[in-house]
């Protein structure tokens, strides 16, 4: 059975700090996986997908890398910024999107 | 487009009564999804249709949940009866048809907050 892993599960960083999001998964038998934001009380919104033949992907401040075989993505976020508090959230596409628990930052002034 | 619309956005109900939750896809999308997100269990997967067929409904709880498709721009979740646990948010997320098994992003709605008193 598939499972998704995020640590950590919270996060506090002042702005500017570039910072690291780690997601794990363990059947490396994907199809692709997706790293989405939620913010409170809304919707998720997609902000990378990356295929299973990609390694990674970017866009604007984001950087998102996949090594399948060692089940392992993380999401790079540059000069974070308090705008970009929120959960985020990695999810893997085998024959459905399986959704990892999160995690929550925070970025103060 | 307005992305995926959800009604209502918030629903009290008692134990025992009879919820629907409903959804208005993207146009032109022709996967639908519905999740339900909790603190203990996360965003998880309850069914979902390709061309308004339901494909997967395997996450669905129990006989008390049933969704259904009737065309291409409206689906419900309805839960009859309701109980206290079924207390989450409810999301509905549409995609287009592309690769493998609809690979595309999925666009969320912003969900329907059911509390079940």
């Known amino acids: ?109 | 487009d307005a992305g995926v619309i959800q009604s209502p956005r918030h629903e009290v109900t008692e134990m025992g009564q009879e919820v629907t939750l409903r959804c208005k896809p993207i146009s032109g999308h022709d996967y639908l999804f519905w999740y339900r997100q909790t603190m203990m269990r996360g965003l998880e997967l309850l069914i979902y249709f390709n061309n308004n067929v339901p494909i997967d409904d395997s996450g669905m709880p129990e006989d008390r949940f049933s969704a259904k498709m009737p065309n291409a721009s409206f689906s419900t979740l309805k839960i009859q009866p309701s109980e206290p646990r079924d207390s989450a948010v409810y999301f509905c997320a549409s995609s287009l048809a592309t690769g493998v098994g609809g690979t595309d992003t999925q666009y969320f709605g912003p969900g329907t907050r059911l509390t079940v008193l």
């Open chain 1, 1 to 109: 059975k598939q499972e998704v892993t995020q640590i950590p599960a919270a996060l506090s960083v002042p702005e500017g700090e570039n910072l690291v999001l780690n997601c794990s998964f363990t059947d490396s038998a994907i199809y692709n996986l997706q790293w989405f934001r939620q913010d409170p009380g809304k919707g998720l919104t997609s902000l990378l997908l990356i295929q299973s033949s990609q390694r990674e992907q970017t866009s604007g401040r984001l950087n998102a890398s996949l090594d399948k075989s060692s089940g392992r993505s993380t999401l790079y976020i540059a000069a974070s910024q308090p705008g970009d508090s929120a959960t985020y959230l990695c999810a893997v596409y085998t024959d459905k999107l399986i959704f990892g628990t999160g995690t929550r930052l925070q970025v103060f002034p």
